[in-house]
């Protein structure tokens, strides 16, 4: 039988059809199917398989990390404005699997010209980080790229050799002939060289590291090994700029040489003070512990061999620092130096060091003030600070954090002191997930400016706000890797997880949301937890079923979009038709304001009395896991009149269209 010919215009027609059908029943349809389970993909199931990682939301009984011990000698060349390095990396395989290469983050690299990058533009383009020496456990690596070879080259470990590949790039794989065993460990050594990128034309942090030829701001500044935990193994994300990084714990022996008269600041501790510093200066800090003074330790007619240090041609700074996650460090020829203290809860004042230009004074007027308030603030909200000191460094980069370092001035002083929390003690994942990083940071910003000002903070608005930006096209999800959120990164990292934190606020109390992120960070403190840790951890913490909660959060763009449908009174009952047309669900919170006079209010089970004519009554999400968009909330105090109803009082729910929250009874 010959195929039945249909007419073009018939096949347009029921093509277009059923989609237009689809989306006008998807609007008007008054069922939904919630769900309720956080998603799992491969990599957290096979940690729950191998048991380091459960849904208490702690580490697991098995939980592993490698330890990376960094022994780094550096040396700046003025002239080319270059960094000189030799380092080792002992690394150890606390793993239960066999290490077959390693892999190395080369992140200057990105100032190559022929590298991937995401939004950042360096100032310049550079050679990049240069290795010109590589072994491992004393054997020496062909630094020879080889080429793969395929089938026809016969099997790819014939003929096996120590070698690496990417050399040119951000992250660079060293194949071992011999596997590091678990339980073991290896020793790496790297020679290499590199430039710090200057000028005015950088774009985005650490993009520009030096002033001229007289202020350095090394970041990132040398190979560094790649985390590698039980969730993917080695981290491969290509370093693109704008995402952060995500390290190994370990601990930096490093020293440093730089010209005589040049002040040094770093992560660490300064080891040898005799021979950098002059007496003068040693005796300024002796004293900076003992009030909340401000100390000047060198001032700015203090420049140069004698007078800002000992004297010499150059000078090597001998910084140690026990478990942290990078190193960084600045050094100026005519640097001002002042320092004060901070009271850390049950653990004692740390001094805070300033540097800065002279001319720069005026952006470190308030610097000492706001990181004590931040360092002391944040201890007492989250975990004690774990570390010996924290240094302020003036330079290019005025926002940007590493551990006992903060690049910045008094404008972002308490952000980038709060990344001292996490990253730095919590060791979350910023490439992957930057909302764990950025997003936590910015919710407890707010409760550090709040503090400040000796107000209770306000989460009001946050999480209803959210509705003006769910289902935007261009937004990504929360889970999905921040190395790759394009246009919508500052909102995805930065913002959204502060909306997140009210909605949840919202739900079981702000107290309740700080006391058990509290408890998640002492859990996790010089660990590395993932989003599902974070999740599954503050569910137990609340004591709830959260599950749908963060699907719709971190998978999801959905939102809410709740409002009055209807309003009727029979005697002394009244029904509040509430529907939802969003995705997500929420709780159903309605204030009620009644008027002035009239009967007596009897009270509701679900009602909680604000003032003697306002009432919250509440009902808990559950009211829609049966599928159902519209809920009939049933009111009865007795007969008094209703004046107003106002659907999510406090604005938590992420709503597109809020102005249909309110009831208004006509006159």
């Not at 071992?176 to 942090?205: C, F, M, S, Y």
């Not at 440093?256 to 660490?268: F, K, N, Q």
């Amino acid at each position: 039988m010959p195929p039945i010919k249909i007419p073009s215009s018939v096949l347009v027609a029921l093509a277009f059809v059923p989609a237009a059908v689809a989306a006008q029943s998807a609007q008007e349809s008054d069922t939904r199917a919630i769900r309720r389970d956080i998603p799992m993909t491969k990599v957290i199931r096979r940690a729950f398989e191998a048991g380091t990682r459960d849904t208490t939301g702690r580490p697991g009984p098995k939980y592993w990390q490698l330890q990376t011990d960094f022994t780094i000698k550096a040396r700046l060349d003025r002239a080319t404005q270059s960094i000189f390095g030799k380092q080792t990396i002992v690394v150890h395989n606390n793993s239960t699997r066999k290490l077959r290469q390693i892999v190395l983050r080369l992140d200057h690299n990105i100032f190559r010209a022929r590298v991937p990058r995401g939004s950042s533009v360096p100032a310049e383009t550079t050679d990049g980080m240069v290795v010109t020496k590589l072994a491992v456990n004393g054997d020496k690596v062909d630094l020879t790229p080889r080429p793969r070879r395929g089938r026809r080259g016969g099997r790819r470990n014939r003929g096996a050799r120590l070698s690496v590949r990417g050399l040119d790039q951000t992250v660079a794989h060293i194949s071992l002939t011999q596997p590091i065993e678990p339980g073991t460990k290896a020793t790496v050594a790297i020679d290499w060289h590199t430039k710090l990128p200057g000028g005015n034309r950088g774009r985005g942090h650490r993009m520009t590291q030096r002033w001229g030829d007289t202020l350095f701001q090394p970041t990132q500044w040398f190979p560094r090994l790649a985390k590698y935990d039980d969730l993917r193994g080695w981290d491969t994300n290509v370093y693109l700029g704008p995402a952060e990084f995500f390290n190994n714990f370990g601990r930096f022996d490093v020293k440093i040489d730089v010209p005589a008269g040049w002040i040094v600041t770093a992560t660490g501790v300064l080891q040898n003070p005799k021979d950098v510093l002059t007496k003068k200066a040693r005796d300024r800090l002796a004293r900076v512990l003992q009030s909340d003074d401000e100390i000047t330790i060198v001032g700015p007619g203090e420049v140069g061999p004698g007078k800002a240090t000992a004297v010499g041609k150059r000078l090597e700074w001998h910084f140690v620092a026990d478990l942290v996650n990078d190193f960084a460090w600045a050094t100026a020829e005519n640097y001002v130096w002042k320092a004060t203290r901070a009271s850390i809860p049950g653990k004692g004042p740390i001094p805070i060091h300033m540097v800065h230009l002279p001319e720069r004074a005026r952006w470190f007027n308030r610097a000492g003030a706001i990181t004590r308030h931040a360092l002391e603030f944040y201890s007492g909200l989250w975990a004690p600070y774990a570390f010996p000191q924290l240094t302020l460094q003036d330079g290019p980069s005025s926002g940007m954090e590493y551990p006992m370092v903060i690049n910045s001035n008094q404008g972002a002083a308490d952000h980038e002191v709060a990344h001292q929390w996490w990253p730095m003690m919590v060791g979350t994942n910023e490439t992957w997930y930057g909302w764990m990083d950025e997003g936590l940071n910015s919710y407890m910003n707010i409760l550090s400016r709040a503090h400040k000002r000796g107000v209770e903070p306000n989460l009001d608005g946050h999480g209803q706000s959210y509705g003006r930006t769910a289902g935007d096209e261009s937004e990504p999800t929360m889970m999905w890797c921040s190395n790759y959120g394009g246009g919508q990164y500052s909102f995805q990292t930065y913002r959204k997880a502060t909306l997140m934190l009210s909605m949840l606020g919202g739900i079981v109390g702000d107290e309740a949301v700080r006391e058990a992120i509290s408890d998640y960070t002492k859990a996790w403190i010089f660990k590395h937890p993932s989003p599902w840790d974070f999740a599954f951890f503050l569910s137990n913490a609340l004591e709830r079923d959260l599950g749908w909660f963060w699907y719709y959060w971190l998978w999801t763009t959905e939102s809410v979009d709740g409002s009055i449908a209807k309003v009727t009174t029979s005697g002394t009952k009244t029904v509040v038709t509430v529907r939802q047309d969003g995705q997500m669900p929420s709780p159903i919170v309605l204030k009620i304001e009644f008027a002035g006079d009239g009967p007596a209010l009897v009270p509701m089970k679900n009602a909680k009395m604000v003032n003697d004519h306002t009432a919250i009554v509440t009902w808990p999400v559950d009211v829609w896991f049966g599928g159902s968009r519209t809920f009939d909330a049933r009111l009865d105090f007795g007969g008094r009149a209703i004046k107003k109803i106002t659907l999510d009082p406090r604005r938590r729910f992420p709503d597109r269209k809020p102005g249909d929250n309110y009831w208004t009874k006509s006159d």
